[in-house]
């Protein structure tokens, strides 16, 4: 299994979601507090298994629902994705990759990954 990472600057939070492999599959927006942080942490674990997969890189792409991963395209053709909790709205984004196929993999191991522990940190 992956953990959950979690940093802190001036008072404020994010975690990044690390996969089994050490690779970072998603950081999280910043949260204002410890408590937040560890909310959104919950709400990946609970939503991110069964979400669907927006893909708003294609015409007439269909809008699903959150929880979903959208997946968008920047200005120089690499991909990325934005996670969406139900309860939590946008709340985590993937780095950018040049290619779909390997941004979906990473979206089935964010998945299979989610339910991770937190790692043992000094706070």
Known sequence: MGQYVIN????????????SNGHILGQS????????CLDGIEAVRKDA????VEDSTVD??????????????TLSGNYFFRFFTKDNGDILQS???PQ????????????NEASSSIAADDM
């Open 8 to 19: 802190e600057k001036d008072g404020r939070y994010l975690f990044n979601l690390c996969s």
């Open 29 to 36: 927006l910043v949260f204002p507090s410890r408590e937040e």
């Open 49 to 52: 298994p069964s979400a669907a």
């Open 60 to 73: 007439a792409f269909k809008r699903e629902p959150a929880p979903k991963f959208r997946i968008y395209e």
């Open 95 to 97: 780095h950018s990759y």
């Open 100 to 111: 779909k196929d390997s941004l979906l993999r990473r979206i089935e191991r964010m998945r």
